[in-house]
């Protein structure tokens, strides 16, 4: 596709359970990142990677949280043992380069945790 | 933790009328750049601005930026109700694990009224 490709685009869950969220960057997208909104916030950033490789998980909240890129293009995050303070929109997004100039978003994934 | 805020955190005006956000941040930053998110939508890259530029267009938009108060703005003029929209501004600041990271404030929430 043309842009950035999220799935599910809304998951419901109970507290607990184990979470997969998949993102499918822009084609030729090098960089891609994972944020977080909570309601009525801004994307709070969570992961990096450059290629296969996370170049910066500073902003994962604690080791429940994971992410991988194993062939440098669809990223999956992952979420073990969720919390309902997890309930968030998880947005991916992509760019040409690590550079910090424009990501092209997806339309994210509703994670709702009962 | 967010390094831009704006103000004000919502504003509504009637259609044909210019809307002004404000953003400010803390750190030195390399460009600042505006987003607009629809109601449960991804985000959208408006424009980039650097921080060797004071002023920008694209369309209806006009930024601007005053790296010595660090702050910005964004002037959208003749609004149409297609404008109701959140606005985010995002600098890059650094992330503190060796890599510059996008950061978002809270956001701007305008509503043009018909």
């Known amino acids: 596709g043309a842009g950035v490709s999220q799935t599910p685009s809304n998951k419901v869950t109970e507290k607990g359970k184990y979470v997969e969220l998949r993102c499918d960057p822009i084609?030729?997208?090098?960089?891609l990142y994972w944020y977080r909104q909570s309601l009525g916030q801004g994307p709070e950033f969570l992961i990096y990677?450059?290629?296969?490789?996370?170049?910066?998980d500073s902003g994962l909240p604690n080791d429940r949280f994971f992410a991988v890129r194993p062939e440098g293009s669809v990223s999956t995050l992952k979420i073990q043992r969720t919390e309902r303070g997890d309930s968030a929109v998880y947005l991916c997004a992509s760019s040409f380069s690590s550079l910090t100039g424009e990501l092209f978003f997806g339309e994210g994934s509703r994670l709702t945790v009962l | 933790s967010q390094q831009g805020e704006e103000d004000p955190q919502a504003l509504s005006i009637q259609e044909g009328e210019n809307a002004t956000m404000n953003c400010s941040y803390k750190t030195s930053i390399n460009n600042l750049q505006w987003y607009r998110q629809n109601s449960g939508r991804g985000l959208v890259h408006l424009i980039l601005?650097?921080?060797?530029?004071r002023e920008k267009h694209s369309g209806r938009l006009r930024v601007t930026l005053d790296t010595s108060k660090k702050s910005s703005s964004l002037l959208i003029t003749a609004s149409r109700a297609a404008d109701t929209a959140s606005y985010f501004c995002?600098?890059?600041?650094?992330?503190?694990?060796?890599?510059?990271?996008?950061?978002f404030g809270k956001g701007t929430k305008l509503s043009v009224i018909p």
């Open positions: 084609s030729g997208h090098t960089a």
């Open positions: 995002a600098t890059d600041a650094y992330s503190g694990a060796g890599s510059y990271q996008l950061t």
């Open positions: 601005i650097r921080s060797n530029e």
């Open positions: 990677f450059q290629g296969t490789g996370a170049a910066d």
